[in-house]
């Protein structure tokens, strides 16, 4: 079986922890491909040349999770053959046997827009730096001033810029428990599955 979940939203919404659930609940492969682009930033030197010899071992780095790699990784984000050099791979990957999950930024609406799920999920700016600032501790203002610069350069880059897919469905965590926003998404993929298999 070939079914593809598309999470995609602004940094610390929650895509994360949705994803790993719902890749678990179904028995699905999960990329985090926003680690491509932490892992591209990390080793240096030219991001396209870096992108194109990308190793698992890059993807073990330690120091990817920090605010510092996560600004680094949508600074060359915005670079269209380092995103060309990462598609085929999350393409292959999406469209692999058995099922899979990815969140990112632009998978519904480029990687894989032939998705069956498509999932938007946000936050209000103040909610996901909060998050982000209980994960990694800091100056929580600072933290704040950094997602939403994040936010802006990733929705006003000129190549695959975060949007909506128009036919995503929208998940806003803002007042929604992890495990609220798990059973959310999760209902919306067994629905769909179910509309595939009697298709
Ligand atoms: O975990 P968080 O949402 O904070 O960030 P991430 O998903 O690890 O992504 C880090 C950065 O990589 C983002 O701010 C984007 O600039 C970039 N990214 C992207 O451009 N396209 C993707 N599919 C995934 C990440």
């Known amino acids: ?33 926003g680690l491509l682009y932490r892992a591209v930033a990390a080793r240096g030197g030219d991001p396209v040349a870096a992108a194109q010899a990308l190793s ?11 605010l510092e790699a ?7 984000a915005a670079i269209p053959a380092v995103r060309a050099a990462l598609a085929r791979f999350q393409r292959r990957f999406a469209r692999a046997e058995g099922g899979a999950v990815l969140d990112g930024r632009d998978i519904g609406t480029v990687i894989c827009p032939e998705a069956e799920v498509k999932l938007y999920v946000t936050a209000t700016p103040e909610v996901r730096a909060r998050r982000r600032w209980l994960e990694l501790g ?6 704040l001033a950094e997602v939403m610069a994040r936010d802006a350069r990733d929705m006003g880059r000129a190549t695959s810029p975060l949007r909506k897919a128009t036919d ?19 209902g919306i993929v067994r629905d769909s599955l179910a509309k595939s298999r009697i298709a």
């Open 56 to 66: 698992p071992e890059d993807l073990a780095r330690p120091g990817l999770r920090s």
């Open 1 to 33: 079986m070939i079914f593809t979940v598309a999470i995609d939203g602004p940094a610390a919404a929650g895509k994360g922890t949705i994803s790993r659930a719902v890749a678990a609940h179904f028995g699905f492969a999960h990329l985090d491909t």
């Open 70 to 76: 996560g600004a680094a990784a949508s600074r060359v």
């Open 138 to 143: 800091g100056d929580e203002a600072q933290v």
């Open 168 to 186: 995503a469905e929208v998940i806003d965590t803002s007042d929604l428990s992890a495990e609220a926003a798990v059973a959310r998404a999760i």
